[in-house]
Structure formats: structure tokens, C-alpha cells
């Protein structure tokens, strides 16, 4: 039997802000366990949250850009559970009033169609703290820097359909929050997590199965193969005669497997209500219009505005909009060097690939956007060899101080372009190597590259290519 | 005697030199030793109080006098303290130490008072006898065989029987007032927000209110105004300025109409009591007021929407309690949830349980509709009821508790006739309004109290009534006979 998978997610993504949600303590990744943790994140007696008003400004930038409805009147309420790392023994959350109501995305399938993915709604929220099972033998530790850090999350509708659809919404979102400068957006400090809700039915049907909610997947490659793990789980269960659970399920990367965490049996039963000790947010038009009007271009805009000012393809634009960083940096080389082409090659191509190489920060590029420019345009004024060019780069990228024409000068990397010198090294070669010579009197043309090659080698690259291929054809013929 | 004088009595005793804090401090500490039995105290702080008395009594001397430079103070031991135990009387905190002031503790310290020790009350401020004290009970100082009321009995008792010039409260639905009443002094629970809850361990966050516990009104305007202010670390805290109360107290109550509700006045009302109050009215229609008879249609429904809301608010509330970061942890635990189990069943008394059971109950998924919305629209309804009633008159009197201090162990077992002790006050907390009770007279040897209940921040207009009728009778100042018995250092 043919099966479709309906999937939906929540994603939790951490506001970008310097202080916790509620309690003045730092939000910095990174520090020794309870050291950022204030009376208000343990929960002491006696202590009362007030609301970091930075976090309005991120939601509702969030919701203006999925085009969702800013609830004038948003209400916190108390999600109540027993666990260690919950201090206060409940969540401040929104549950009834969220703060961002509605709205969608449009994300890009292969072969370049459009999909809409709705969203159910947006709140705000405290993390809670971290259970650490692994350091301590026979004890559990308990740190509790997190417990406070704001979060956003964003409730999907089950709009995807594979586990590929729902990594691209994962992916829009990432992107979307990174530029909105909702959120930091980085995946290796948890910045941005997913729960995926799964069920599947077979293909044509409308009655949704019985669906899984995984839980905390925090990259987009386990995301995809916990979406795909739990489908074909969910598969085999069904087409075997069974019946799928209602649960609560854990993605565990080492084995690439999903696991029971708890069944809706022994749910447990929230007890939501308002949080009395927190007034109602009341947001107003004004407020709405000002953050309206301080909103940054947002990726498609700035994908369809680099396809028409730099006259690059869309796959080209698509790749470096996906990061704020790499499209300001795309546009502050073509500040330098104007051909949009040759930079998107270089920024896309040898750029992103020294950067996954490193695996550095998008924001950490070690080139200077204006050598960078500088380089190329040696490039095309044909000063330099594309070859040479990469070498430079490289250069470039361990020693970020050194100053590109300088050293072109100094290692005398410009390229011989001059007739007098290329023709004796050209009849020399052309000498060397007879039976190339008759093979292309035979009409083998292709030897032409084997002999720019070996031009190439004896000038150390510094021989402009064409020229050479000019001059060794006018030599032959 | 020093002990039974006024606040404003002893500041001018400090100030013309007829005695010291220190020597004030001392008869107090003196004092607290010799009836301890009373059990008003948690902790005594002595060593602590000696050298504030000290430093107030230094300072007085280079003419750097605060507002209660030198006047010892008791607070409820719901108030954390810094580096100070602090339990809210349950067996839960027995062992916690408060890392930082409560907003209260500080205002005050910070006008030069010397805070003298933490009072004994109800665990977590649930009980209306002081009986649930993990510390146990509070004996009411005008008979020692009867409760001083509850939840802030400790304070009641320790102002009553001169162990303090003055002690702070809290008051959830009636936990000032009534044991101010069966004490026989007077206690303000002002406007919900008009005091910061920071740094007082939560019972119900929305009726919660900090309020000053006191001999005279004009003690207790000079209080509130310390108390009372914005403070940024309380979300639901009132920023309007701080009126200077001391200033209203001796506006006339010629012209202005006080409404009497019907309802206050129902059966369940002791005789005695109620004759008390009816000689009170009178005085107050001496003093130029007139009396109009109002209605507050859903106040029968009080107790009821209160014992929804303010357990549901508790159990949550009371989640923090875990064994886990601070205060009891049952000893060599299984498993994560026999900690919490076992430390929660240890650390917890019966009737903080009884109302973490119902109010969660009441939160859960299929019964939040029937019994925690429900509460909240009734008490929207009583809130409006007030403000219908306060188009036509300027406040309202009745009394404050349906009976005198019954006897010690009389209601444990009947949980519905100790709630129902709270049956006049509970309506004020519902509201947020601002209510005090004053002693007017005695029923049996017993004080009676009469409650003042003002619209919204209105704390001046019932502070001002109260003083009027203080300036005109002498209830106020009758001390039990163990408050004027020679215990002198």
C-alpha cells in the first residue's frame, strides 16, 4: 500500500536577547553550570517574574513576517509539571491568548516550485533547565542557566508531507528568525529546536492517523531522519496488523532511532491557567506600525532583488540570501568589483566552501569583503590567472592582514601576457613533443589543452590561458 | 509602660531622650522570653535587634533620624529575610535561610527600624487560628486557652500583648483583619498591588496583600506609607504615588456616607458581637456620618469563589517545594519521584494538602470550566457589586469575623466552620479593595472587631474614619492583662 505522512512542527527558537525572559540573569551560552541563574530562575520563595520587554519587539517582527494576526491583548499562563529542571514546578507560557495568531510561509520544493505552509500560532515561553545524567555516576546534576532563556514557539499546521518539506520549512523559518534578528539562529547552542508531530494514512485518504510527537531535534539532519525513521516505523507497524500509540517520542542520533518517552495514558495533565503574577501584554497599532517600519528586507525580497541588480541566476541568489551574513557580504564585494556574476561564483562556490571546510561562523569570514572585491577585479582586468586568484585566497584566508596587489607584486604573480616572451617557451614545447604535434595535424584538436597545460607549468600559472591557446594554435596551423 | 505605647508615642519618647531604643528593644526582647509560651515568635532576633537599636539610638543622637529610627518590628515569617531563617511556618522551610530581603522587610529597615524577630503563622498562611503552624499555635494573649485567629496570629498576638511596637501581615482573605480582631488591634490589608509582594512567599498570587499590623490607625498610616510604593521587581504592583496618609487622618467624617451591607449581618453572627458593632455605628453617626443600608447582591458566593481560587493559585504556587534546590528533602530517596513525593508529603502539614489537592483538582483538564472560571466570573461580579455600592456611599463598615477567638483545637476538625470565619473578609480580597478592622469594644471579655472595607487606593478615607473614631473612644487602647503585668528587666 501507497502511504502518505502528514507532519507538523513546533519549533522553539531562542530570542536573541541579553537577559532572561523573566529575571535579569545573562542569557550567554557557555558558562560554568548555575553561574547565570538568578533567585527568579530557582524558582527561590518569595521571588516573582517581570517580563524582559525585549521580547515583544522579536515576536511580533516574527509574526508581521509570516503575515499572522498580533493579538492586541496576549495573556502568560502556567503550564504546571513536576520535573528537576523546572524550578518553579511550572512553565510561564502562553496558552489560550498567544501573542502572534495565523499566518504562513511559502517554502521552495525541488524543482523550484512553491509550497504554502500554514501557522497555527506563535508564543512565548521560558526554557527550563538541564538534566546532566552523564556527569555525575549514581547522581543527576542540575543546571539551571537555561531555565529562563526567552523562546518563541512556532506551531505549524500539518501542512508537510515528507520529511524533506518539513527540513525546508524548518530551514525558511531558521532563516527567517536569523534575519529578523529574532534570534541568533545557532543550531549548535540550541537556538533553534523542533518537535515533529508524524502520523501517516494511506495516500488519498482524509481521515488523519493516530500521530507521534518527537521531541527536541536540534539539527536539520536529524530532523529528516527522525521524520523518515518514525514513518517507516509507523509503516511497518500498520501494514504488520498494529495500531500506532498517541506518545511522546525521543530521537536518539547515535542510533538513529526514536524512542517511547511516555504514552498519552500517563500524559501528564497541565492545569493550565493565567499567571497571576504577570498583567496581560497589550500591544497597540503604533507599536505594530513602529516595528513595521524598522523591519530588514526579508530573504525572498533580497533573493528577487539580487537576481535583478546583480543579474544572477535564482539558484545563485537563493544561496546567498539563506544567510544575512553571506548576502551583506555578497554586496558589500560588489561594492568593489561590479561583475554580480563572477562574484556570486566566487562567494558561492569557493567562499561557502572554504567556510564549510572550517566549519567557521558565517559571520566569521576572514576575508575582508573589500580584498576580496580586489582580487577579482585582478581577475578580470587579467592582471591574474583564476588559478592564481584561488591561490591568493587561500593565502588570504589564514593571513587576513595581507594586502592583494601587494602581494601580486611582491611574489611577482602577474600574468605574461607578453607575445615575445610566451613564443620561444611555446616552440620549445611544441618541439619537445612530436607525436602531440602529428596527432593534431591528424586532427586531434583536443591536444591544444595538453599543451597550454605544459606552458601553464613552466610559467607557474602566471601565463594568461587564452593567450596561450591563441598562440599555440596560430603556431600549429 | 513603653510596651504598650504607640508608635508615634515611643518616637517621642526617643526624641525628647525618656528612653532609648536600646532600653525599648531590650523590654521588648525581655518581654518576649518571659511570655514565650505565648509562641508569637519563630525566631527572636537578639543579638541583631540589640545592634540596630544601637546604630538607631547613634543616629538619632547626630540628628539622623529615619521615619522609625529605633522602633522594633516584628514581621511575619512569611517576609523573607536576608540570611534569616524564614519558614512560612511550614516544616517544609524549617531550614531556609533567605538569600534577600522582601521589598517590605527592607523599606522599613531602611527608616531605621529595628526588626526584632520573624512571627509565628498558619503554614503558608492557610488556616484562620494559627493552628497549622508547623511551629505550633499561637495562644491569643486575652485568654491563653483560645486562638488569636489567623493566619498572621504571631503578629496579632505579639502587638496585643506588647512584644513589639508594631508587626507587618499578610492577608489572603482575612488573615490581618481577623486576627487583628480576635487580638484586639488594628490591621490593614490595603489596595491588591498598593504594597510589592517581592521577597513574601506566595499562598494565592492575585489576593495576596502585605499590610501593617498595629495599636492605632495613625501607626498604620505611618506604616503604610513605608510599605506602600512601585517597585519594579513586582509585575502587579500599583505605581501610583504613595498619598501621605498621616495627612488625610484628620479629615471629618461630618458629611460623608457610610453603607452597611445587609448580608454582614446574617445569622451566622454571634449576638454579642453584633450588639459591639451596632454601638459602633452609632459612634460613627455621632461623628457626623450617615448610615445608608447598601446591597452587594453576590457576596454569599465568596467563600465559595474563594475556596476555588486561592487553592488553584496554591497548588501551583506550592510546585516549587520539591526537595530538590532548597528546604526539606526526605532522606535516601528511590527514584526522582519518591523525592518528590516523600519530601512534599513530609514537608507539607494536612491543610496545605487539603488545598493543594482541591486546587489542583480544580485546575484540571474537564473541571477548569465548572470550578476556576466559574470563581473568576463570580468574582467579577462581586468587584462590580463594590463599585455599584461605592457610587453612593464614601466606604463600608460591618464586623470583621462572625464571632470573638474561639477556643484552641474548638474548629480543627470541621474545616467549613474555620473557612466560614473568613466569610466577611474574603470579599475584599476578591475585590482588591482596601479594609481594616479596629477594635470596638468586647464580647465576653473577648475583643470584637469592626471592619472598614474602601474603594480602590482609598486607604486614606477608611485610615481617617478609623482615627476619628479612635480619637473618640479608648477600645484601642485596652492591652490584656499579661500586656500590663510587671515583666521588667
Known amino acids: 500500500m501507497n502511504w502518505e505522512a502528514i507532519i507538523g512542527l513546533e519549533i522553539h527558537v531562542q530570542l536573541h536577547t541579553n537577559s532572561k525572559i523573566f529575571s535579569g540573569a545573562s542569557t550567554a551560552f557557555g558558562a560554568e553550570p548555575n553561574t547565570q541563574a538568578s533567585a527568579v530562575d530557582l524558582g527561590l520563595p518569595g521571588v516573582l517574574p517581570v517580563v524582559n520587554e525585549a521580547v515583544y519587539p522579536k515576536a511580533v517582527a516574527f509574526g508581521l513576517s509570516i503575515g499572522a494576526d498580533i493579538s492586541r491583548l496576549s495573556v502568560f499562563d502556567r503550564k504546571n509539571y513536576f520535573y528537576p529542571d523546572l524550578p518553579k514546578g511550572y512553565q510561564i507560557t502562553q496558552m489560550d491568548k498567544p501573542i502572534v495568531l495565523g499566518g504562513s510561509v511559502q517554502i521552495s520544493l525541488d524543482g523550484g516550485t512553491l509550497k504554502e505552509i500554514r501557522i497555527t500560532r506563535a508564543h512565548l515561553e521560558e526554557d527550563a533547565g538541564k538534566s546532566l545524567h552523564d556527569e555525575f555516576p549514581s547522581n543527576t546534576g542540575i543546571d539551571l542557566n537555561r531555565a529562563g532563556i526567552p523562546l518563541l514557539e512556532i506551531v505549524s499546521e500539518p501542512d508537510m508531507r515528507t520529511a524533506k518539506e518539513a527540513v525546508a520549512y524548518a530551514r525558511y523559518i531558521h532563516q527567517l528568525?536569523?534575519?529578523?534578528?529574532?534570534?541568533?539562529?545557532?543550531?549548535?547552542?540550541?537556538?533553534?529546536?523542533?518537535?515533529?508531530?508524524?502520523?501517516i494514512r494511506p495516500m488519498g485518504g482524509t481521515k488523519m492517523g493516530t500521530r507521534t510527537e518527537t521531541k527536541n531535534v536540534n539539527s536539520f539532519k536529524f530532523l529528516e531522519n527522525a521524520i523518515n525513521f518514525e514513518i517507516t516505523r509507523q509503516r511497518d507497524v500498520l501494514e504488520s496488523g498494529g495500531h500506532i500509540i498517541q506518545e511522546t517520542r525521543l530521537y536518539d542520533p547515535d542510533r538513529d532511532e526514536t524512542r517511547s518517552m511516555r504514552s498519552k495514558e500517563t500524559a501528564m495533565d497541565y492545569r493550565y491557567f493565567p499567571e497571576p503574577d504577570l498583567l496581560p501584554i497589550a500591544i497597540d497599532d503604533e507599536y505594530i506600525l513602529d516595528?513595521?517600519?524598522?523591519?530588514?528586507?526579508?530573504?525572498?525580497?533580497?533573493?528577487?532583488?539580487?537576481?535583478?541588480?546583480?543579474?544572477?541566476?535564482?539558484?545563485?541568489?537563493?544561496?546567498?540570501?539563506?544567510?544575512?551574513?553571506?548576502?551583506?557580504?555578497?554586496?558589500?564585494?560588489?561594492?568593489?568589483?561590479?561583475?554580480?556574476?563572477?562574484?556570486?561564483?566566487?562567494?558561492?562556490?569557493?567562499?561557502?566552501?572554504?567556510?564549510?571546510?572550517?566549519?567557521?561562523?558565517?559571520?566569521?569570514?576572514?576575508?575582508?569583503?573589500?580584498?576580496?572585491?580586489?582580487?577579482?577585479?585582478?581577475?578580470?582586468?587579467?592582471t591574474i590567472s583564476g588559478k592564481i586568484a584561488k591561490d591568493i585566497l587561500n593565502i588570504?584566508?589564514?593571513?587576513?592582514?595581507?594586502?592583494?596587489?601587494?602581494y601580486i607584486n611582491e611574489n611577482e604573480l602577474k600574468q605574461v601576457s607578453n607575445t615575445s616572451s610566451l613564443e620561444p617557451l611555446i616552440e620549445e614545447v611544441l618541439k619537445q613533443n612530436p607525436k602531440q604535434v602529428e596527432q593534431f595535424r591528424q586532427g586531434k584538436t583536443k591536444v591544444v589543452g595538453y599543451f597550454v597545460g605544459q606552458i601553464m607549468e613552466k610559467t607557474s600559472g602566471k601565463a594568461n590561458p587564452q593567450q596561450v591557446n591563441q598562440l599555440v594554435l596560430k603556431k600549429l596551423t | 509602660m513603653m510596651h504598650n505605647e504607640s508608635i508615634t508615642e515611643q518616637l517621642h519618647a526617643l526624641k525628647i531622650g525618656k528612653y532609648s531604643s536600646k532600653e525599648l528593644t531590650e523590654n521588648y526582647l525581655y518581654r518576649i522570653k518571659k511570655l514565650k509560651d505565648l509562641n508569637c515568635y519563630i525566631s527572636v532576633l537578639e543579638e541583631s535587634a540589640l545592634r540596630a537599636a544601637t546604630d538607631a539610638d547613634q543616629a538619632r543622637a547626630k540628628g539622623k533620624a529615619g521615619l522609625l529610627s529605633g522602633i522594633p518590628i516584628a514581621h511575619k515569617d512569611i517576609f523573607c529575610t536576608k540570611n534569616v531563617s524564614t519558614t512560612a511556618g511550614s516544616k517544609m522551610l524549617h531550614n531556609y535561610?533567605?538569600?534577600?530581603?522582601?521589598?517590605?522587610?527592607?523599606?522599613?529597615?531602611?527608616?531605621?527600624?529595628?526588626?526584632?524577630?520573624?512571627?509565628?503563622?498558619?503554614?503558608?498562611?492557610?488556616?484562620?487560628?494559627?493552628?497549622?503552624?508547623?511551629?505550633?499555635?499561637?495562644?491569643?494573649?486575652?485568654?491563653?486557652?483560645?486562638?488569636?485567629?489567623?493566619?498572621?496570629?504571631?503578629?496579632?498576638?505579639?502587638?496585643?500583648?506588647?512584644?513589639?511596637?508594631?508587626?507587618?501581615?499578610?492577608?489572603?482573605?482575612?488573615?490581618?483583619?481577623q486576627p487583628a480582631a480576635h487580638c484586639g488591634i488594628t490591621g490593614l490589608k490595603p489596595t491588591y498591588g498598593r504594597i510589592s509582594r517581592w521577597g513574601m512567599i506566595a499562598f494565592a498570587s492575585s489576593l495576596d496583600q502585605a499590610g501593617p499590623m498595629t495599636r492605632t490607625a495613625e501607626d498604620a498610616a505611618l506604616m503604610l506609607a513605608l510599605m506602600a510604593g512601585n517597585d519594579p521587581k513586582d509585575s502587579t504592583c500599583i505605581g501610583d504615588d504613595v498619598p501621605t496618609y498621616l495627612e488625610y487622618l484628620n479629615s471629618s467624617l461630618d458629611g460623608s456616607c457610610i453603607g452597611i451591607c445587609e448580608d454582614f449581618f446574617t445569622d451566622g453572627l454571634e449576638a454579642k458581637s453584633e450588639q459591639v458593632i451596632q454601638e459602633a455605628i452609632k459612634i460613627f453617626e455621632h461623628l457626623g456620618a450617615k448610615i445608608k443600608s447598601i446591597k452587594l447582591p453576590h457576596i454569599r458566593y465568596s467563600v465559595p469563589a474563594y475556596y476555588v481560587i486561592a487553592p488553584a493559585e496554591a497548588s501551583t504556587n506550592l510546585s516549587r517545594y520539591d526537595g530538590v534546590r532548597f528546604g526539606h528533602r526526605c532522606k535516601d530517596p528511590?527514584?526522582?519521584?519518591?523525592?518528590?513525593?516523600?519530601?512534599?508529603?513530609?514537608?507539607?502539614?494536612?491543610?496545605?494538602?487539603?488545598?493543594?489537592?482541591?486546587?489542583?483538582?480544580?485546575?484540571?483538564?474537564?473541571?477548569?470550566?465548572?470550578?476556576?472560571?466559574?470563581?473568576?466570573?463570580?468574582?467579577?461580579?462581586?468587584?462590580?457589586?463594590?463599585?455599584?455600592?461605592?457610587?453612593?456611599?464614601?466606604?463600608?463598615?460591618?464586623?470583621?469575623?462572625?464571632?470573638?477567638?474561639?477556643?484552641?483545637?474548638?474548629?480543627?476538625?470541621?474545616?467549613?466552620?474555620?473557612?466560614?470565619?473568613?466569610?466577611?473578609?474574603?470579599?475584599?480580597?476578591?475585590?482588591?479593595?482596601?479594609?481594616?478592622?479596629?477594635?470596638?469594644?468586647?464580647?465576653?471579655?473577648?475583643?470584637?472587631?469592626?471592619?472598614?472595607?474602601?474603594?480602590?487606593?482609598?486607604?486614606?478615607?477608611?485610615?481617617?474614619?478609623?482615627?476619628?473614631?479612635?480619637?473618640?473612644?479608648?477600645?484601642?487602647?485596652?492591652?490584656?492583662?499579661?500586656?500590663?503585668?510587671?515583666?521588667?528587666?
Not at chain 1, 588570504?396 to 601587494?406: A, E, F, R
Not at chain 2, 527608616?111 to 511551629?135: H, L, P, Q, R
Not at chain 2, 518528590?340 to 486546587?359: A, C, L, P, T
Request: hydrophobic share 40%; glycine share 8%.
Open chain 2, 334 to 489: 528511590e527514584n526522582l519521584n519518591d523525592l518528590f513525593k516523600r519530601s512534599r508529603s513530609e514537608g507539607f502539614g494536612n491543610e496545605v494538602k487539603r488545598r493543594i489537592m482541591v486546587g489542583a483538582f480544580t485546575l484540571s483538564a474537564g473541571y477548569y470550566d465548572a470550578y476556576y472560571r466559574q470563581a473568576q466570573q463570580i468574582r467579577r461580579l462581586i468587584k462590580n457589586d463594590f463599585q455599584q455600592a461605592f457610587k453612593e456611599v464614601d466606604f463600608l463598615i460591618g464586623p470583621t469575623a462572625p464571632q470573638t477567638a474561639f477556643q484552641l483545637g474548638e474548629k480543627t476538625d470541621s474545616q467549613i466552620e474555620m473557612y466560614l470565619q473568613d466569610i466577611y473578609t474574603i470579599a475584599g480580597n476578591l475585590a482588591g479593595l482596601p479594609a481594616m478592622s479596629i477594635p470596638v469594644g468586647f464580647s465576653s471579655k473577648l475583643p470584637v472587631g469592626l471592619q472598614l472595607i474602601g474603594n480602590y487606593l482609598q486607604e486614606g478615607t477608611i485610615l481617617s474614619a478609623a482615627h476619628q473614631y479612635q480619637k473618640r473612644t479608648d477600645w484601642h487602647k485596652c492591652v490584656p492583662v499579661l500586656a500590663i503585668n510587671k515583666v521588667q528587666p
Open chain 1, 396 to 406: 588570504l584566508w589564514s593571513s587576513p592582514m595581507v594586502n592583494v596587489d601587494d
Open chain 1, 177 to 199: 528568525v536569523t534575519y529578523l534578528g529574532v534570534s541568533d539562529g545557532n543550531m549548535s547552542e540550541g537556538s533553534l529546536r523542533c518537535d515533529a508531530n508524524v502520523s
Open chain 2, 97 to 177: 535561610i533567605a538569600p534577600f530581603d522582601a521589598t517590605v522587610v527592607a523599606k522599613i529597615a531602611a527608616a531605621g527600624a529595628v526588626t526584632i524577630g520573624k512571627t509565628n503563622m498558619d503554614e503558608f498562611a492557610m488556616g484562620s487560628s494559627n493552628e497549622t503552624s508547623y511551629f505550633g499555635p499561637v495562644k491569643n494573649p486575652w485568654d491563653t486557652s483560645r486562638v488569636p485567629g489567623g493566619s498572621s496570629g504571631g503578629s496579632a498576638a505579639a502587638v496585643a500583648a506588647g512584644l513589639c511596637s508594631a508587626a507587618t501581615g499578610t492577608d489572603t482573605g482575612g488573615s490581618i483583619r
Open chain 1, 291 to 382: 516595528i513595521k517600519s524598522k523591519m530588514p528586507e526579508l530573504p525572498r525580497e533580497k533573493s528577487e532583488r539580487f537576481e535583478s541588480d546583480y543579474e544572477i541566476s535564482k539558484a545563485d541568489a537563493d544561496i546567498l540570501v539563506s544567510d544575512p551574513a553571506i548576502a551583506d557580504y555578497f554586496e558589500a564585494v560588489t561594492k568593489i568589483c561590479s561583475d554580480g556574476k563572477l562574484v556570486a561564483n566566487w562567494v558561492r562556490v569557493e567562499l561557502l566552501g572554504k567556510i564549510n571546510k572550517d566549519s567557521i561562523e558565517n559571520k566569521a569570514i576572514p576575508v575582508s569583503a573589500e580584498e576580496l572585491g580586489k582580487l577579482l577585479n585582478r581577475i578580470k582586468d587579467q
